[in-house]
DNA sequence: ACTCGACGCTACGAAAATCGTAGCGATACT
DNA sequence: AGTATCGCTACGATTTTCGTAGCGTCGAGT
């Protein structure tokens, strides 16, 4: 580990903490900075199917540098959204029942794509 | 490094252009850029009552730098979103349509919640 | 007319987040 | 030994976000 004690502490958004954007905590506001992180919602879009090893996920995510991403996973693994397993990372029950909220998002952008075309 | 004069355009996500971790430009993949972005959905979730002026709306996103706001009010806009009206800005249709995918979260934070405390 | 306050919004330097590339140590298989 | 993949770290460069100050406009009040 050691990985140099970082001067800085990067506080991962979790429900009823300050949180960036909102001093109560409220667990709608934590969820709001949670998933308002660049790649967030999309590491949890690109899990909603099998589990997936860093790399792939990495490709799966336009190759996203590998800092940033493993950041992400942190943040999610620690909101206990994702876990990683033998066949990868993959979401949690508590990750899937968020993932299920979000899959309406496709069929949305798809009628929403219409009025640019 | 260029030396270009040019200002460097900023390109709000649209959805059959390509977009930040998506050449291809499919429309979820706009959509996850665009809520990806800091405030975005913050603001939409703000919007979900009555039309808010520029400075209150900027109060309730617990006063986010004006300039962000303004930015992110431009890509919602562009996007369809939100409109500003004689009573502030507010959600458009299409903008309603996609806050009723994003009420569910307020609950599903709350329910995540409990295992924090 | 003049001040006052609120409006949408811009400027700009400082700080933080993100990016891109290279590479480490471990493990496994040849 | 050589090759390959694994999760993950380092670190400088770039982009985004932040924080504060303030501009120009408008309508209400005096």
Not at 66 to 84: F, H, I, K, Q, Y
Not at 89 to 94: M, N, Q, S, V
């Given at each position: 580990?050691?990985?140099?004690?970082?001067?800085?502490?990067?506080?991962?958004?979790?429900?009823g903490r300050p949180?960036?954007?909102?001093?109560t905590g409220?667990?709608?506001?934590?969820?709001?900075?949670?998933?308002?992180?660049?790649?967030?919602?999309?590491?949890?879009?690109?899990?909603?199917?099998?589990?997936?090893?860093?790399?792939?996920?990495?490709?799966?995510?336009?190759?996203?540098?590998?800092?940033?991403?493993?950041?992400?996973?942190?943040?999610?693994?620690?909101?206990?959204?994702?876990?990683?397993?033998?066949?990868?990372?993959?979401?949690?029950?508590?990750?899937?029942?968020?993932?299920?909220?979000?899959?309406?998002?496709?069929?949305?952008?798809?009628?929403?794509?219409?009025?640019?075309?």
């Amino acid at each position: 580990m050691s990985a140099g004690s970082s001067p800085k502490r990067r506080t991962p958004p979790l429900p009823g903490r300050p949180v960036r954007g909102s001093a109560t905590g409220r667990p709608v506001m934590a969820l709001l900075d949670l998933l308002g992180r660049r790649w967030v919602q999309r590491i949890i879009w690109e899990l909603r199917g099998e589990a997936l090893s860093f790399r792939a996920l990495r490709t799966a995510c336009d190759e996203v540098s590998p800092s940033v991403l493993n950041a992400r996973l942190g943040d999610l693994r620690t909101a206990g959204l994702v876990e990683l397993s033998e066949a990868g990372y993959r979401l949690t029950p508590e990750g899937q029942s968020l993932l299920r909220l979000m899959l309406p998002l496709h069929d949305w952008a798809e009628r929403w794509a219409r009025r640019w075309r």
